[in-house]
Nanobody, 115 residues
């Protein structure tokens, strides 16, 4: 059974940095895509960043130049390096993986940025 386990959320002051990680276990398949989404209170979940198996990346305009999504393909692990954090980045961040024909989600981790 495939599971995504996230870690690294927490509380940080505006301008600070946090790094999230998401590790997929229970499969020998390499994920086609791994992504991070965020959902702030009262808002819809939205895509933050995506990385493909060939390491192509895509970022939401709001995080370009501040966030990066490195990936360890051999371990099906993806990270979200968040720099220059803003209070509006406060949200629950969730990892998503496309493995084979199926989609998997992590449980989410809270990121809170204080002003």
């Amino acid at each position: 059974q495939v599971q995504l386990v996230e870690s690294g959320g927490g509380l940080v002051q505006a301008g600070g940095s946090l790094s999230l990680s998401c590790a997929a276990s229970g499969t020998n398949w390499s994920a086609n895509f791994m992504s991070w989404y965020c959902q702030a209170p009262g808002k819809q979940r939205e895509l933050v960043a995506t990385i493909s198996r060939s390491s192509g990346t895509n970022y939401a305009d709001s995080v370009k130049g501040r966030f990066t999504i490195p990936r360890d393909g051999d371990k099906n692990t993806v990270y979200l390096q968040m720099n220059s954090l803003k209070p509006e980045d406060t949200a629950v961040y969730s990892c998503k993986a496309s493995i084979g024909a199926l989609i998997y989600w992590g449980q989410g981790t809270q990121v809170t940025v204080s002003s």
